[in-house]
C-alpha cells in the first residue's frame, strides 16, 4: 500500500545539473530515515546519501560538495540536487525510505523506489 516514486532523471553534459525526487504516497504514519542509492553498470548498488526526519545528512565521499539531499516532511518528499556532474555519476538512482504504515504502525518496513536513469555524458 506504500509506494516511493521517482522522477528527475534524465541525459545531461558532464557539468551541469539535474534535480532527483521521491514522493512517498498511501497509507503512512511516519516516514524515518530516507536516502538516495546508486548502481552503475556491473557494479554494487552504493548509497549516495542520506537524510533522517530531523534533517541530518550523510554523503558518500565521492559526491560531497557536489550533491545536496534534502526533504518535505509535510508533503513525504525527498530530493537530490546534483550538481557539476561527471560521467562516472552515470547510474540508475533509487530512492529508499523506512516507513511505519497506518496498519502497522509498530513495524517499520524499508521500502524501494523503482529507480531512474542518470545519464551523464562528457
Known amino acids: 500500500q506504500v509506494q516511493l516514486v521517482e522522477s528527475g532523471g534524465g541525459l545531461v553534459q558532464a557539468g551541469e545539473s539535474l534535480r532527483l525526487s521521491c514522493a512517498a504516497s498511501?497509507?503512512?504514519?511516519?516516514?524515518?530515515?530516507m536516502g538516495w542509492y546508486r548502481q552503475g553498470p556491473g557494479k554494487q548498488r552504493e548509497l549516495v546519501a542520506s537524510?533522517?526526519?530531523?534533517?541530518?545528512?550523510n554523503y558518500a565521499d565521492s559526491v560531497k560538495g557536489r550533491f545536496t539531499i534534502s526533504r518535505d516532511n509535510a508533503q513525504n518528499t525527498m530530493y537530490l540536487q546534483m550538481n557539476s556532474l561527471k560521467a562516472e555519476d552515470t547510474a540508475v538512482y533509487y530512492c529508499?525510505?523506512?516507513?511505519?504504515?497506518?496498519?502497522?504502525?509498530?513495524?517499520?518496513?524499508?521500502?524501494w523506489g523503482q529507480g531512474t536513469q542518470v545519464t551523464v555524458s562528457s
Open positions: 537524510i533522517t526526519r530531523g534533517g541530518n545528512t
Open positions: 498511501g497509507s503512512i504514519f511516519n516516514i524515518n530515515t
Open positions: 529508499n525510505a523506512d516507513i511505519q504504515s497506518l496498519t502497522r504502525p509498530r513495524q517499520p518496513f524499508n521500502y
